[in-house]
């Protein structure tokens, strides 16, 4: 009796660790701080660029609150869409950002995926793990410390379509809890080059001026041009027309 209670005991901790085992192969099946086309990636030390001191808005992406939910490509996900121009490259990027997990899912598991408007079809899509190395959960801030070119990686650069759209997919690379928040993203509370995700791209102004959402300078268009001169016109018509009015009554 006593020798079946323990054979049982024994069957019951073998199956446990095979699946705990199996739970965490899962878990760091294909981790790494970037990931492109299933190749893991983690440079030590990564290789930063200060912020470019060009002209033009800076090109940020603000993380508010936004919820780090199911597996890749999981329809309750996070999907945002900026539109940086038809034919525009995603070159590099900076990360100044907090992620806060829920439950027992792990700092690690938060990811972004950054693609075209094709998604996970995308061939250049990449998926970014800020976390990468932090297996167990919490509230922590992350930074690049500077903008990370993807040549110095290296990495393909995101291409994005006739569209103009660059794609980020916010997702789990293990979903601890289904249909449930796994951790939510935030912005770091200081930050190396800006809140939240700043993105280099071939054409940074393009890209800066769609992702801050801020209307370009305005350019004043013909017809304006043509109304000024118009004025400009009459103006002088009037003070010709005054000055020989004048000098008739002089
Ligand atoms: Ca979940
Ligand atoms: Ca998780």
Do not use: K, Y
């Not at 950054?114 to 996970?120: H, P």
Request: charge should be negative; glycine fraction near 8%.
């Amino acid at each position: 009796m006593n020798i079946n209670r323990h054979m049982r005991l024994f069957s019951s901790l073998l199956l446990g660790c095979l699946i705990c085992t199996s739970v965490w192969s899962q878990r760091d099946g294909t981790a790494g701080l970037f990931v492109q086309a299933g190749q893991a990636s983690t440079p030590n030390p990564l290789t930063t660029v200060p912020t470019p001191t060009s002209s033009g808005p800076a090109a940020c992406i603000h993380i508010n609150n936004i919820d780090s939910l199911d597996g890749l490509d999981d329809p309750d996900n996070v999907v945002l869409d900026f539109f940086i121009g038809a034919g525009n490259e995603l070159t590099g990027l900076s990360w100044d950002i907090n992620i806060a997990t829920a439950g027992v899912s792990w700092l690690s598991d938060a990811t972004i995926q950054f693609s075209s408007s094709d998604g996970s079809a995308d061939p250049n899509a990449f998926n970014l793990a800020p976390g990468f190395g932090q297996n167990m959960p919490g509230a922590m801030d992350f930074s690049s410390n500077g903008i990370v070119p993807f040549a110095s990686i290296p990495m393909n650069n995101v291409v994005v379509n006739a569209d103009g759209i660059l794609r980020l997919q916010f997702f789990e690379s293990f979903d601890d809890v289904s249909d449930v928040p796994d951790a939510i993203w935030n912005e770091a509370a200081n930050s190396s080059v800006c809140p939240g995700i700043f993105l280099q791209c071939s054409d940074q102004i393009s890209c800066g001026w769609v992702v801050d959402l801020a209307p370009p300078p305005p350019i004043p268009s013909l017809s304006s041009w043509g109304i000024w001169v118009l004025l400009l016109l009459l103006l002088s018509a009037g003070l010709i027309s005054l000055t020989g009015w004048r000098d008739q009554r002089g």
